[in-house]
């Protein structure tokens, strides 16, 4: 189920707090300057911290997991994969009235990744799916397969059913909800993952894509890597690519049909729980999720 984080309480963060947490936790970077990334993410406010570092807090208890995650799991997956991910260097403890671990890691330079620019890119389609290709295959060296911890254990579509049948009642008039019913239920009814679980990125849109002289450069915000089940991580396919390019990527990634329609419940269902929470008071999500919830009718 998607969690309701209107229920949370969430903690005042600004550049004082940040600058006690940094200054007595890690005094070897007292006197690097912050400067607060506007806008950041939903689920963190970021600080860069002098020229090299960030600063990531969550904003809600919903994202408290993921310092420790990225510290444990990063450092093993990027030598594996073609783009540059997160390199965490620390994970800070609560204090002064913070209640959450937060995070350090290395900065990463670019821009965030357009539709206008990567849509139609077929060389962008290739690199994104070889990247998940990649973290598919990995391995990890510290855990036997089968025996993965429950923070990187991957949650089925069903998981997401009576929230995303809500969201769909909710959009009646603005989009086709007989369309979202009928992908939905062939979604949830597609043949599951029969195979090993394999490694899966969890949050994969253009968001957490990023370019530098117009090519893909990075990929961030790895918060929901996990294991099982990968058509989550065609959700891509759909917020950023065309037909065309959407067709490459399939091809590429050798998507069977039953993954290719879970992929499509995944980006429904994730764009729909961004559109009701969102887009009344933030244009661009408004836009970026209509054209996901759209392109995921297509198909």
């Not at 997956?77 to 937060?102: K, Q």
Request: charged share 20%; with cysteine.
């Amino acid at each position: 189920m998607v969690a309701d984080r209107t229920a949370d309480t969430r903690p005042q963060i600004d550049e004082a707090l940040v600058r006690c947490l940094v200054d007595t936790q890690f005094p070897q970077w007292a006197g690097l300057a912050l400067k607060l990334l506007n806008p950041a993410g939903s689920d963190h406010v970021i600080y860069r911290l002098g020229e090299e570092l960030s600063v990531r807090l969550p904003r809600h208890s919903g994202a408290i997991g993921q310092a420790g995650k990225e510290f444990q799991w990063l450092p093993q997956l990027a030598p594996h994969l073609p783009l540059a991910i997160p390199v965490p260097v620390g994970v800070g403890d609560p204090d002064f009235g913070y209640p959450w671990p937060w995070a350090v890691s290395r900065w990463l330079d670019g821009e965030v990744a357009t539709v206008d620019a990567l849509g139609d890119s077929s060389r962008a389609a290739v690199e994104l799916a070889q990247f998940l290709a990649a973290l598919q295959r990995f391995v990890p060296e510290d855990i036997p397969a089968g025996n993965t911890r429950e923070d990187v254990t991957g949650r089925p579509l069903s998981d997401r059913d009576r929230a995303t049948r809500v969201a769909i009642a909710k959009v009646d008039g603005v989009f086709d909800t007989a369309a979202m019913t009928e992908l939905w239920n062939a979604a949830l009814s597609a043949p599951g993952w029969n195979r090993s679980p394999v490694w899966f990125h969890g949050d994969f849109h253009t968001g957490n894509l990023l370019t530098s002289d117009g090519c893909l450069s990075a990929v961030i915000d790895f918060g929901g890597l996990g294991m099982g089940d990968p058509a989550c991580d065609l959700m891509i396919a759909f917020t950023l690519m065309s037909a065309n390019s959407r067709a490459v990527f399939r091809d590429a990634l050798g998507v069977d049909e039953a993954t290719w329609l879970r992929g499509r419940g995944w980006a429904l269902a994730t764009g729909l729980n961004a559109y009701t929470s969102y887009a009344a008071v933030n244009p661009q999500v408004a836009a970026q999720t209509t054209r996901q919830i759209t392109q995921a009718l297509i198909g």
